[in-house]
């Protein structure tokens, strides 16, 4: 039979499922009760639905009516603004005053409840199994999925899989007295025959909190050893278990995971996978695993399933500069699933498919594909999502008998998140159920072929990824560590560095290498006995040499046309980009910085050559000012002359980077003095920059002492401009020193100094810990805390206090300390022996400030310091008015939002702050008065990106200069003006 004879059955097929059922309603779309109305709202108005859904997703952390009926307000207005379906009851009874509004909060609360449970098959264990059973009377069968996904800790790990151990056990207790579906079994616990009656599905990032692409092996090994105890208690009851696929952060992880948990039970049929059809790769992934299941002669069993985290995907890709991995049009996913559908019944001897759509086209090409294909009916069943589709599950019920309902169980909490997921899905514009039952569509075209629909599709709708090109900046792709290629590249470069360790780095002054009478040394922090380099240490007669060169290059550079100078450094940028991996893993050795935080360092430094290249083009086209006639005033700049660029250790690329190519892009020239303790890095600017073929002595690199070289630069006549990155002390010192004017110093030194930060997040009553939570930890302890905008204060509303804490410490307790070179590793050590004794000097200061919360283990060798947690920190206390640059992290109660803001503006600094809320009342009040540079609302406090974040603050964190920043420019820049007087005996041109 030909194709389209075949496409014709399925179209016949799906219109008689929908023909039997074309009356009926799913109960979600059922104007009759308070969610169908609702939901008919919310596909009216695209705002309320965000706020509808937004409001869902905060409704269980509200604690007191107040709370309630305040976030109502919040959400959706006043009075007039609030749907009539909120406010009927209310308004008949003529309460809408103080009492009506906590009336209309019980009232929404009831329903919000009412619409999670439509979705939820219980609360509770004993709740679930009651529904079960009855759904089983109506023969139904039942897949049980535990709500909440990625956990924070070790003991939240536990207690999930102590709820699946008690869930098996409660249901084999009452799968006792239940009757196979689809008549008599020839083995006991089974339904239709052969399928097991006990079906759970699990989610791997549930079962190890730490679970993480970089640490891949270890990631995969502590799943299993976390499903263990959860397999056994399947097999004995010879129940099936399906590994969830969730985002594609997890997929390689996933994918493992069920290989060896097959071959480690090869003879176990009922353990099976599900896999998406919205991802690009299952084109791929999928053959292979059946391939392989061929080869290893291992029966498998995959539950296709189309995908639910579609809008998270295309976020998350677009963010970090990669190709979605998901297919963009709904159409293009619904043709995979069919193609995917058809490769599975293909390999049906070894695979046992699950179709889980509620889609009639899909669901009549699986059943047309297995009628061509001679699958028998035992290799196949359909499952549909408890609460939704009512009428699509009735009819496969009467179509083919074996219908099993996915259905998760839990607490409400976590649920919230899955109740969203699935609302946005059946309000989607492209929800097959919303064409078909709520908007009634015409039947033929929702049956449609979707390879033709895609193909129209993609023609309408072109894509929207934008490239970078000459004149527009896009920022570096960020890494991407489940892609084994980019491990296996870590782990190469890492070896090729301890190979050719340790290296002698000279200096770099007026095109040449140089040397100098003495050398010091450059050792791993995690193996002080490691020696990286060594190098050649400057001092004033070198830098004077330096200063000299730099002068004398200065006026041809200041003359070279601009375009000529980006191409320069976008030669640079290209270089860095070619040898990505590797400079990271100089970083990892040098510094301990971990493979994505040394990564993003790289990537930061490339954008930086980048945008500032572009910005300086921008900038160098003079701009006309006033419209008068007689007279043309025009705008421009010129660089201010020689720059010193005293840079950092703890972002000894990126920084250096952003300061030296601000100041080259410019037209200055440079002599750069890079940090003491990351020299190495360093000198990878030389090689970076003398391979995109910078001219002699526009860019010197003079490694040495900072109470040296530095102060001779801050004070030396020939430079016109500092830029400096660092310590507010060390920063105050230079500002003190740049403002004596030198004998023979012909102008006024400028200095852009950015310094340090106390940085505060804000723990809102109302926010979504299990967000806050993963990100703090990053803000805190990601490069053990070595960031200037690090995260060294929580300020948590005290009713939230103690759950935050019981949770946070849990979580700051499972990180792993350790070299930054193991991924398995979150924190690694701190930059030196100086640095570490500081940080425990310090943690002995807050031991007798606040309560300790929890002290971490550390290695016995390498400069590590512990994680220290300190609880009930008085804001005036030492360790949370002074930088402490480590692991070290002081909480702190406040009576309101109002007093948390106080207390987070309670310091000398303003870089950095964040806040955690779902109240849109408190985020707008922390974007008014919350003062710092960069204040970050529902996310980490750290990570800023180049042009998208542009970076510093003011107070004692600097002179609120903003490193990537659209003006970042005009502090190494010169204004001019030039007005001509364009009249000639009484006579202008016409401008």
């Not at 239709?192 to 993480?212: E, F």
């Not at 723990?763 to 803000?779: G, K, T, V």
């Not at 204060?793 to 009713?799: G, N, S, T």
Request: proline share 5%; net charge negative; charged share 25%.
């Amino acid at each position: 039979m030909g194709s389209d004879t075949l496409d014709e059955r399925i179209i016949a097929h799906g219109k008689r499922l929908y023909s039997a059922v074309r009356d009926e309603r799913p109960s979600l779309f059922d104007s009759g009760t308070w969610a169908g109305k609702v939901m008919e709202w919310a596909m009216k108005d695209e705002r309320f639905k965000t706020q509808l859904f937004r409001f869902v997703d905060v409704f269980p952390a509200l604690r007191s009516g107040d709370q309630l009926t305040g976030h109502i307000r919040e959400y959706f207005g006043g009075e007039q603004q609030l749907p009539q379906v909120f406010t009927a009851g209310v308004k008949a009874a003529g309460m809408l005053g103080s009492l009506g509004g906590s009336m209309l909060g019980k009232a929404l609360g009831a329903n919000i409840r009412s619409m999670a449970r439509q979705f939820v098959i219980g609360e509770t264990t004993e709740e679930a199994v009651r529904n079960i059973e009855k759904l089983r009377d109506n023969g139904f069968a039942c897949a049980v999925d535990l709500l909440g996904e990625a956990i924070l800790s070790h003991e939240e790990a536990d207690h999930y899989i102590a709820v699946y151990l008690e869930l098996l056990s409660a249901l084999r207790l009452s799968q006792k007295n239940w009757r196979p579906l689809g008549g008599a079994s020839g083995s006991p616990g089974l339904d239709w025959g052969d399928a097991p009656q006990i079906n759970i599905a699990v989610k791997p990032s549930a079962l190890y909190c730490l679970a993480d692409p970089r640490n891949f092996e270890g990631s995969v090994s502590a799943i299993l050893t976390g499903l263990e105890a959860i397999v056994a208690a399947v097999i004995s009851c010879r129940g099936f278990l399906c590994i969830d696929m969730e985002s594609t952060r997890m997929k390689e992880i996933t994918l493992e995971v069920y290989r060896r948990l097959k071959l480690a039970h090869p003879d176990y049929p009922f353990l099976g996978v599900a896999v998406q059809s919205y991802l690009r790769d299952t084109d791929r992934d999928l053959p292979e695993l059946l391939d392989w299941a061929e080869r290893q002669e291992i029966p498998i069993a995959i539950r296709l399933v189309k995908g639910a985290y579609w809008d998270f995907e295309i976020i998350r890709a677009e963010q970090n500069g990669w190709e979605p991995p998901v297919w963009r049009l709904k159409s293009e996913t619904d043709a995979a699933f069919e193609r995917q559908s058809r490769l599975i019944l293909e390999h049906h001897k070894i695979c046992h498919f699950a179709c889980a759509s509620h889609n009639f086209r899909s669901i009549a090409a699986v059943l047309e594909f297995a009628e061509e294909l001679s699958v028998p009916t035992d290799r196949f069943e359909f499952q549909v999502l408890y609460g939704m589709a009512e009428p699509v599950k009735k009819a496969l019920l009467h179509e083919t008998g074996r219908v099993r309902l996915y259905s998760p169980y839990g607490k409400m909490v976590p649920g919230m998140g899955y109740l969203v997921r699935r609302l946005l899905e059946n309000t989607s514009n492209e929800s097959f159920l919303r064409k078909c039952f709520a908007e009634q569509d015409e039947i033929n075209r929702l049956l449609e072929n979707p390879a033709v629909t895609a193909e129209r599709d993609q023609e309408q709708k072109p894509s929207r990824v934008v490239k970078a090109s000459a004149e527009h900046f896009r920022n570096e792709p960020g890494a991407d560590f489940t892609r084994n290629e980019l491990r296996e590249e870590f782990r190469h470069q890492l070896a090729e560095i301890r190979r050719h360790i340790p290296i002698t780095v000279p200096l770099f002054i007026n095109g040449n290498n140089a040397s100098a009478k003495e050398l010091f040394v450059s050792a791993n922090p995690a193996n002080p006995d490691e020696i990286i380099g060594r190098i050649h240490l400057g001092g004033r007669t070198e830098a004077e040499v330096a200063v000299t060169a730099a002068r004398a290059a200065f006026p041809a550079w200041r003359d070279t046309p601009v375009t000529a100078r980006a191409t320069i450094l976008q030669k640079a940028a290209a270089a860095a980009r070619r040898r990505l991996v590797e400079l990271a893993a100089w970083q990892v050795l040098e510094i301990g910085k971990q493979w994505d935080q040394a990564y993003a360092d790289v990537a930061e430094a490339i954008d930086f050559l980048e945008f500032y290249s572009r910005e300086a083009v921008r900038l160098a086209v003079p701009q006309h000012l006033g419209n008068l006639p007689g007279e043309l005033n025009l705008s421009s700049y010129e660089p201010c002359g020689v720059a010193a660029v005293i840079a950092p250790w703890n972002f000894p690329l990126a920084i250096s980077c952003g300061m030296t190519s601000a100041a080259l892009s410019a037209g200055n020239c440079v002599v750069y003095k890079p940090a003491s303790l990351t020299p190495v890095t360093g000198h990878q600017l030389v090689e970076i920059f003398t391979e995109a073929g910078i001219p002699p002595g526009v860019f010197n690199y003079l490694p040495g002492l900072g109470s040296d070289i530095g102060d001779y630069l801050a004070e030396h006549p020939g430079v016109d401009l500092i830029a400096f990155t660092g310590s507010a002390g060390v920063g105050l010192e230079i500002c003190e020193k740049a403002a004596r004017r030198q004998p023979d110093q012909r102008g006024i030194k400028r200095v852009i100094c950015e310094m340090g930060g106390k940085n505060a997040v804000i723990i809102d009553d109302d926010a979504d810990l299990d967000e806050a939570i993963p990100h703090l930890l990053q803000s805190a302890f990601g490069f053990q805390g070595q960031k200037c905008s690090a995260c060294s204060r929580v300020i948590i509303l005290e009713k939230i206090y103690p759950e935050f804490t019981q949770r946070f410490v849990a979580a700051a307790a499972a990180l792993t300390i350790g070299p930054a070179e193991d991924p398995a590793c979150f924190l690694g050590p701190v930059a030196d022996q100086l640095q570490q004794q500081k940080i425990l000097e310090y943690i002995e200061t807050g031991k007798k400030e606040g309560m300790l919360l929890y002290e971490s283990a550390i290695p016995a060798a390498g400069y590590y310091v512990p994680i220290v947690i300190l609880g009930d920190v008085k804001p005036s206390g030492t360790v949370a008015q002074e930088e402490i640059f480590g692991p070290v992290l002081s909480l702190m109660r406040a009576r309101d939002f109002k007093e948390a803001l106080a207390m987070a503006n309670g310091t000398r600094y303003a870089l950095t702050g964040s806040v955690f809320s779902r109240s849109p009342a408190n985020l707008e009040l922390a974007s008014r008065e919350f003062r710092v540079g960069n204040l970050y609302l529902n996310r980490g406090c750290t990570g800023a990106m180049v042009e998208r974040q542009p970076f510093g603050g003011f107070g004692l964190s600097g002179g609120g200069t903003k490193a990537g920043g659209s003006d970042y420019l005009l502090h190494f820049l010169q204004p001019r003006v030039v007005t001509h007087n364009t009249v000639r005996r009484g006579f202008a041109p016409n401008e």
